[in-house]
């Protein structure tokens, strides 16, 4: 499974999967996956510059870039469509 994470317009991050990696995608979860509304981004003027790794133990992880805050990253763990986002 192939997951691509995209900004809307600052406002918050989607997620779109794929069986393949050239597509087509389609929306996973029929709304944002982070938003303004998502606990820990209330205080974020703009949410952008999805990215994501798994580490060493396989745990999966989200960064974004956050404007309007004095801290330039937030990172969630466990982010999927098929899971709930957790504060690492």
């Not at 050239?22 to 509304?37: C, E, K, N, R, Y």
């Not at 801290?71 to 999927?80: F, I, K, L, M, Q």
Request: with cysteine.
């Amino acid at each position: 499974m192939y997951y691509l994470y995209m900004p809307n317009g600052g406002s918050g991050i989607g997620v779109a999967i794929s069986d393949d990696p050239g597509g087509p995608f389609v929306d996973a979860l029929g709304s944002t996956l982070i938003s303004g509304g998502t606990p820990g981004v209330s205080d974020v003027d703009w949410i952008f510059d999805p990215a994501c790794f798994v580490d060493d133990d396989g745990q999966a992880w989200t960064a974004h870039a956050r404007s309007g805050s004095p801290r330039p990253a937030r990172r969630r763990a466990r982010v999927s469509p098929k899971s709930s986002l957790e504060e690492p």
